[in-house]
């Protein structure tokens, strides 16, 4: 294996993404054979050297793993919860090797989930640069105008900040309407906030899109491996080819 950037090492390896990895090596939480690295850009190979971080070596997985789950409603997407509330690992006793969920659902929204064991996989996803489209249907406590909709998506204001640009169109028409709404970012409970800003509350919420990637026929609580093609789409998509550093 050829040599590579320690940041890149570790992300591949799940530590962190590319841009926490740096911040590991800056507060000098790396070593390589017993020397602590603070300088970014160094290269190593982890088939070679001995990596740590924070006194722990590690290693690369046995086997890249990708998987998608249907996170039902009242779970964390967490491996543990304080509050002792049911997580995403709960549901995953019985995997073979470790992984850990790309991105989040909160904890009263259901729906696509990803997990993997691929730093790098995880970090160009959640990344802001690759505009991963995500989609979702919506149950609210009342009907967007016409107006409210074209604001909805052409962004509303958050926390000081603008929303991006967002996909929103009506699946049916009543006193509490479905929406398909498709965002490209990923802001905490951002759906439920964008709605709030008109007054309305969000009953239900189902993410059940990621890029070209389906929920289907995937019930509450089951998860299934991503194909070879999948997998292979989702690469390319990613441009994972291309070295090219991803933004958290």
Do not use: C
Request: zero cysteines; a positive charge; aromatic letters at 6%.
């Amino acid at each position: 294996m050829a040599e590579e950037r320690l940041q890149k090492i570790l992300a591949q390896a799940g530590i962190a993404s590319r841009r926490k990895s740096e911040e590991y090596i800056l507060e000098g939480r790396v070593k390589v054979n017993g020397t602590i690295v603070t300088t970014l850009g160094t290269k190593a190979d982890l088939n070679v050297d001995h990596i740590k971080v924070d006194g722990k070596l590690i290693h690369k997985p046995e086997r890249m793993l990708y998987l998608a789950m249907n996170k039902p409603h009242e779970v964390m997407t967490t491996m543990s919860d304080p509050q002792r509330r049911k997580t995403v690992a709960d549901l995953l006793r019985g995997a073979k090797e470790r992984v850990y969920p790309v991105g989040r659902l909160d904890y009263h929204s259901e729906g696509l989930l990803l997990f993997t064991n691929d730093g790098e996989f995880a970090n160009r996803v959640m990344s802001k640069r690759n505009n991963i489209v995500k989609t979702y249907v919506v149950k609210a406590t009342g009907a967007l105008d016409e107006k409210q909709m074209e604001t909805f998506r052409n962004g509303v204001p958050l926390h000081g900040k603008k929303t991006k640009p967002a996909g929103l169109k009506v699946l049916n028409r009543a006193e509490n309407p479905w929406y398909e709404v498709q965002l490209t970012e990923g802001r905490q409970n951002q759906i439920r906030m964008m709605f709030k800003h008109f007054g309305f509350l969000v009953e239900k919420l189902k993410r059940v899109k990621i890029g070209f990637l389906e929920l289907a026929t995937l019930k509450p609580g089951q998860m299934r491996h991503l194909t070879p093609q999948e997998v292979s789409k989702f690469k390319k998509l990613l441009k994972m080819d291309e070295d090219v550093e991803a933004d958290d």
